[in-house]
């Protein structure tokens, strides 16, 4: 059950993150971390899964 507690914990984070409009033009699908500008590679996990957010 930590698997979806963690989940779920990410999600609410970039949702709130992106609907109070704190700039997050990108998001890392792999993560679901926000992040403010375009990145090769995500600044939270490191993986090459930076997406602009739609």
Known sequence: MSLFSD?????EKTKRA???GDGAA???TA??????????YCPHCGES?????E
């Open 26 to 28: 990108y998001v890392c």
């Open 49 to 53: 899964a930076v997406e602009p957010v």
């Open 7 to 11: 989940a779920g914990r990410k999600f």
């Open 18 to 20: 992106l609907a109070g």
């Open 31 to 40: 993560c679901e971390e926000p992040a403010d500008e375009d990145h090769e």
